[in-house]
């Protein structure tokens, strides 16, 4: 693939704003597995990638580090991925956050006994993010008429679900690092 990279991350990058869903998921997974697979040459990319102006690309890199949160065992790597999600708790968009959470949540739940000396300093940001991502947004819910019914639609709850699994993950992994109190409170609360 060496030969080809440059060619297949132009290719990735001009369709990481796909309108498809579907399409920007393919696009992700890609991106998540040459992330796993070539770190060094992945890292720029990323970088400007989790740093766009456009919702949709920012989105569609959120999301590819799921798919090399697992596989990517490059420090330096990593370090960049978990400050730079950490960073995204400030978009508006609920897509953007839900996958900020999701690359987190993986990131911290298969590389924390390597991450745990550098993420210390970053876990209060993420701590502090999926609080933050707990509550239910009113903004987020809109009525739908079905014929004589109304149903309520929540598109805010992907990313609440997001912040839960990632508050359980810090949890199961970082219980020493983090306000457990504060969690389990807002668990019992809102979740």
Known sequence: LQGYFLQLTDLLMSHSTHESLQIR??????????????PDDMTSLLRDGLTATDNLMLATVARSVKFSGSKTKDIATLGLLTQSLAGLAANADPEVKKNALEGLMTIIHNNWASLKGELRS??????????????????????????????????????????????????EQASDNIDLSRIVETIVRTG
């Open 25 to 38: 998921n393919i696009v992700a997974e890609a991106i998540g597995r040459l992330t796993a697979a070539f």
């Open 122 to 171: 970053e876990l209060p940001r993420i701590e502090a993010f999926a609080l933050q991502e707990t509550a239910i947004r009113k903004e987020l819910i809109e009525e739908v008429e079905l014929g004589p019914f109304r149903h309520k639609v929540d598109n805010g709850l992907p990313m609440r679900k997001a912040a839960f699994q990632l508050l359980e993950t810090l949890f």
